[in-house]
């Protein structure tokens, strides 16, 4: 996953978005919200990189032949 992504970022913003509020409101410099906000970029990218690789890539799907799609399917004996 790249850092850059919009998973990342926008993880970032949501983390950081008392920080970037602050700053709207005046209450905070913008370099204190930068910061904190890049160092969410780097945390956020961290997690979602982790939980990405527990959950590993998705597998591909068994296209379905006409062959398949014909065959026919087991039944079971009726008592």
Same mark, same amino acid.
């Given at each position: 996953?790249?850092?850059?992504?919009?998973?990342?970022?926008? #993880?970032?913003?949501?983390?950081?978005?008392? #920080?970037l509020?602050?700053?709207?409101?005046?209450?905070?410099?913008?370099?204190?919200?930068?910061?904190?906000?890049?160092?969410?970029?780097?945390?956020?990218?961290?997690?979602?990189?982790?939980? #990405?690789?527990?959950i590993?890539?998705v597998?591909?799907?068994?296209?379905?032949?006409?062959?398949?799609?014909?065959?026919?399917t087991?039944?079971?004996?009726?008592?």
């Open positions: 996953m790249s850092p850059f992504s919009a998973p990342v970022l926008v #993880a970032a913003a949501l983390v950081s978005s008392p #920080a509020w602050n700053v709207i409101q005046g209450t905070t410099p913008a370099e204190v919200a930068l910061t904190r906000y890049l160092i969410s970029v780097v945390l956020c990218w961290m997690a979602l990189a982790a939980v #990405a690789m527990l590993g890539p597998p591909p799907a068994k296209p379905v032949t006409p062959a398949d799609a014909d065959a026919p087991e039944q079971l004996p009726v008592v």
